[in-house]
């Protein structure tokens, strides 16, 4: 049965330095969650953390209703992959993969039989059932991320945990490992939490994505909802690009340079910022909309086309993305109007 | 490099002649540093095998098997059998807490671990008698309760310690810090209690680096002269130890049974070189990926 | 055997060649440590059991060794024979000065045998393991045998070195260690003093006779070793001065066609004394053996064996007649009449400023 995993309330540092500023959540059983953020937010930290890796100072991890506080580090059962694997270089890939079993106490031991079954059983899983007698030296990148995985998944964990599982290998790689692990996570069902820094990874594999800026989870919730529901302008940042165009909010609407930009019901009074994703703006003739510029840069990708729009009051030149034809002309008089964007009120 | 040389043949026009010239200095470079090592390593061997086997076979025998001599022996081989074991445990736990830990005063720890290496050994020797000699901080305390460590076993036993506890560490210390801890964490994670992560995990990791620290110090602690000499009190037959006992011989104008002595140690030394040999070319693919595998 | 288990599983599931040697290494390795460990507690226990018999420790200078080889071999059996209990002696040989020093250290000697009294003086006054007035506690000043200064020449004596004043001859080569460092050469050194004292009698001709001397060594070695070293195998200089008993000794080591003795017509009289270690015997309870030890040493047996030893013994009637026919009669001073003590020729001669610093000057 797989378990769920939460998180209460971490505090970590690491000498001055706060790496986790109280972090709660809770993983679901059988759920794929992603930790995204970028390098120094905390993830690894709260991954290992999670593992027993590291102290924390506040909080409290639990598997179901157990804490982690009152486990062993046996008796927690996790499996990490890490980084770069840590794959054991004096033992075979098989050992590498009994080592788990062969580590526990002699009551709890399997024989050797069943050890060899279940090894044979995970090698084929991850589709190195040939290559149990290898030295992890003789295995490609991927390969060696697959015993990594076999070997966390022979102890039976109550949950999985990755450290960036796709960081150390090539873009090709990456791709086709990144579906293999979904198609395996849906096979096997296991809780399993994984660290990443690529939007792009965490949002194709994951059922929720966490996001942590600064040891804190500015959000988490699922691919859609953070991608079309941004809860802080960080968030909204982090997972995609974006122009920022700072308003005035007044009665509802929201005013740049004296004129109504977009519709902001619902909305008090005051300053705010508008960011807007590349796509979501549209041409239009000039002075039609106070985003009124010159093309200053276009240039192809495939069937999209960029563009970069100069704008006198805002400092730096809007990113326009399309697929409408003709392509906009440099140098050319154009204004920009807003389909649809993500409103954060400045502070 | 079976690369270099392909390509090298396959452009002979444009490499030759550089080629060449490169093949007179490599040519020079051995032939000068083979020539030294004739000169300053193996001669004096052959030299200590010639003069110990100069009056024959018996003479030889006999030297080597008189009381003193095997009594040196067994010092000798005793005093490494106690050094060794204990450097390795101390070296071992020594270098793991540095690689593993930060903590103020590590840089002087260290530090202090290569202190050995640049205390001459006769100031060493004489650390133990200022510590443990009848005049000497310990020395009336020892000496009411029984204890003898100077001039005896355990001063001879502390000195070479002293000398030789470098080693060891200094081969672990570099490499556990390459190595890093993951390995021993992903084996705790794994349920592995920490004495099955140090002995399945972190020793096979660092058995090559702890092997040679091993066959270093154990070499040094047999041919250690300076140290043992100062705290040995030269009772024959019972605290020389063989580079003593050369020493003694030598000075009692019996160079025969000196140089039958010292090549002993000349044995001992190179069956420490030969068992290096062996293990690095016996286990040369192991240790390459071993090193360059992470 | 958590590990055995682990390796042997290995080898039945695995089909790869690489894995089966990989175990028996392994475990060779552990037997390997394993043996290494029961050598190890075997020899403690040997020298545990080494430790049951009744040990004399003798602390003594370098040119003794084979004196007191056999001067022990003879008392051991004597002392079998009355006592009827095994007996076995300790040596320890080194510079007298070093040897003191580790006494004083703590090295359990129960009898120490050196080159001079102020060595043993120093043990008595630093660790006070014996009375001040040692000394006087045995014959002789405690001394059972004596030696001196000769030359040794090259066989023949091509050079004609028939005394002291041939040393200071042009074209002479004087072997000697420094007496900085050496305190053999000490001896050479002030026997040299005394017949000058003696036989040029005007304190500037002594020191033109000495610095004249000092000329003639090209080279100062640190210690007698090295000194004879450079004299025998190195064929350096013409003459080496040399105690007389190891002067006998290079004769047989180097054989006898070598190098002839040649005993000038005055020298220095050197008493090596010996003494008893009180404090260390008490705590030992070995008094009585070692008591009878050093007395043993006047007896005519021992007497016979220091002659034959090439010291010169206190009792020659004991000794056998040829080894007393290789002493040369000599007139010998003795350190007290000729320069009053050792202390005052020490700081007169050999501190910094003495006369060696000013009479010796290295030619650039």
């Known amino acids: 049965m797989p378990v769920s995993l939460t998180v209460e309330n971490i505090e970590k540092k690491f000498g001055q330095f706060p790496a986790l500023r109280g972090v709660s959540m809770t993983v679901a059983p059988g759920e794929l969650m992603a930790l995204l953020g970028p390098s120094g937010s905390g993830k690894t930290t709260l991954l290992r953390a999670i593992a027993g890796l590291e102290q924390v100072e506040k909080g409290r991890v639990l598997f179901d209703d157990i804490d982690a506080e009152s486990l062993s580090f046996r008796d927690r059962r996790i499996g990490f992959v890490f980084q770069h694997y840590a794959l054991f270089r004096h033992l075979s890939v098989y050992e590498n993969v009994a080592f788990g079993l062969r580590a526990r106490p002699r009551r709890e031991r399997p024989n050797e039989g069943e050890i060899h079954k279940r090894v044979n059983n995970l090698l084929d899983l991850v589709q190195l059932g040939e290559l149990g007698a290898r030295f992890p030296s003789q295995l490609s990148g991927g390969q060696r991320q697959r015993v990594a995985l076999a070997r966390a998944l022979a102890i039976e964990p109550r949950i999985l945990l990755l450290d960036e599982p796709f960081g150390a290998l090539d873009a090709q790689v990456r791709k086709d490992l990144r579906q293999w692990l979904r198609e395996l996570h849906t096979r096997i069902g296991q809780t399993t939490l994984f660290v990443t820094h690529d939007q792009a990874e965490a949002t194709e594999l994951a059922d929720r994505v966490a996001i942590l800026n600064h040891g804190i989870i500015e959000q988490l919730a699922s691919p859609h909802e953070i991608y079309e529901h941004p809860q802080t302008p960080f968030v909204c940042k982090f997972l995609g690009e974006t122009n920022v165009i700072p308003v005035e909010l007044k009665g509802g609407q ?29 041409l239009a003739q000039p002075g039609s909309s106070p985003l009124s510029g010159i093309i200053t840069h276009v240039h192809q990708t495939g069937p999209y086309w960029r563009a970069e729009l100069t704008v006198g009051n805002l400092a730096k030149p809007l990113t326009i993305e399309g697929l409408t034809r003709p392509l906009p002309i440099l140098g050319e008089h154009v204004a920009a109007t807003i389909e649809s964007a993500h409103l954060f009120k400045t502070p | ?40 390593l193996f001669l004096p061997l052959v030299i ?27 010092l000798t081989l005793l005093v490494a059998a106690i050094v060794v074991p204990i450097n390795v445990i101390v070296g071992i736990a020594g270098s793991w807490t540095i690689a593993r830990f930060d903590f103020r ?9 290569d202190l050995p290496f640049s205390v001459s ?27 003898e460590i100077i001039f005896a076993l355990p001063g001879i036993v502390l000195a070479t310690m002293f000398v030789t506890f470098p080693f060891v560490a200094r081969e672990l210390i570099p490499h556990m810090e390459t190595l890093g801890s993951t390995d021993e964490e992903a084996a705790l994670t794994l349920g592995a209690s920490p004495w099955q992560t140090f002995f399945k995990i972190t020793l096979p990791n660092v058995k090559w680096s702890l092997l040679y620290g091993v066959l270093l110090c154990n070499a040094r602690a047999m041919g250690e002269f300076g140290a043992v000499a100062v705290v040995s009190g030269k009772i024959r037959g019972v605290t020389t130890t063989l580079p003593l006992q050369v020493e003694i011989l030598y000075n009692e104008y019996m160079g025969t049974a000196a140089f039958a002595v010292a090549s002993l140690l000349a044995f001992l030394a190179l069956i420490t070189l030969a068992a290096k040999t062996i293990l690095e070319w016996h286990y040369a693919k192991e240790i390459a990926a071993m090193r360059h595998n992470s | 055997m958590g590990d ?48 049951q018999t009744v040990e004399l420790l003798n602390v003594s200078y370098d040119p003794t060794r084979e004196l007191y080889r056999a001067v022990n071999a003879a008392f051991s059996a004597e002392w079998r024979k009355k006592n009827g209990s095994a007996l076995s002696i300790r040596q320890s040989h080194g510079g007298s000065g070093a040897q003191a020093r580790t006494v004083i250290d703590g090295l359990n000697a129960d009898v120490v045998t050196l080159a001079l009294a102020g060595d043993i003086s120093a043990i008595a006054e630093r660790a006070k393991l014996l009375p001040q007035n040692w000394q006087s506690r045995l014959p002789n000043n405690s001394s059972p045998y004596t030696s001196t200064i000769v030359f040794l020449v090259r066989k023949g004596n091509p050079k004609a070195i028939k005394d002291w004043a041939d040393l200071a001859r042009s074209g002479i080569g004087v072997v000697t260690p420094n007496p900085k460092t050496s305190g053999g050469a000490r001896w050479n050194y002030l026997a040299a003093w005394a017949w000058a004292d003696r036989n040029l009698k005007d304190e500037a001709k002594i020191r033109d006779y000495m610095s004249a001397l000092l000329r003639n060594v090209p080279v100062f070695d640190t210690g007698a070793r090295g000194a004879l070293t450079s004299f025998a195998q190195r064929g350096i200089g013409d003459v080496f001065l040399s105690w007389e008993n190891e002067a006998f000794l290079a004769l047989d080591e180097f054989g006898p066609g070598k190098f002839d003795i040649v005993v000038p017509s005055l020298s220095i009289l050197a008493e090596p004394p010996v003494a008893l270690l009180d404090a260390n015997v008490d705590r030992k309870g070995t008094r009585a053996v070692a008591e009878a030890y050093l007395e043993f040493l006047y007896t005519p047996a021992a007497q016979a064996i220091i002659a034959r030893n090439h010291y010169r ?52």
């Not at chain 2, 020797?125 to 204890?147: N, T």
């Not at chain 3, 552990?30 to 020298?47: E, P």
């Open chain 2, 48 to 74: 200590v095998f010639m003069e110990a086997l100069q009056r024959g076979l018996t003479t030889y025998l006999e030297a080597i098997t008189e009381p003193d001599a095997l009594s040196a022996m067994r």
């Open chain 1, 254 to 282: 929201a005013y740049f340079d004296g004129y109504r930009v977009y519709d902001a019901t619902n909305y008090a009074d005051g300053t705010a910022d508008l960011y807007i994703r590349p796509y979501l703006f549209k």
């Open chain 3, 313 to 364: 013994p206190r009792f020659p009637d004991a000794a056998d007649p040829k080894d007393l026919a290789k002493f040369v009669k000599v007139d010998l001073v003795t350190i007290d009449d000729a320069f009053g003590g050792w202390a005052k020729a020490q700081k007169t001669h050999f501190a910094d400023g003495g006369t060696f610093d000013t009479l010796y000057k290295p030619s650039r």
């Open chain 2, 1 to 40: 490099m079976s690369k270099m040389i392909s390509a090298s043949r396959s452009q002979p026009a444009r490499n030759g002649s550089a080629l060449r010239e490169s093949n007179a200095v490599k040519a020079l470079l051995i032939g000068t540093a083979l020539t030294f090592l004739a000169l300053f």
């Open chain 2, 105 to 113: 005063g590590k840089n002087l720890l260290v530090s202090l671990i």
């Open chain 2, 121 to 147: 050994p006769v100031i060493a020797g004489l650390i133990y008698v200022l510590l443990f000699g009848a005049q000497g901080y310990f020395g009336p305390w020892l000496r009411e309760h029984g204890i």
């Open chain 3, 4 to 51: 055995r288990l682990l390796f042997n599983a290995g080898k039945h599931v695995l089909v790869h060649p690489r894995s089966a040697p990989a175990i028996g290494r392994r475990r060779r390795i552990f037997d390997i440590g394993l043996t290494l460990a029961a050598f190890a507690i075997l020899f403690v226990a040997m020298s545990q059991a080494r430790a």
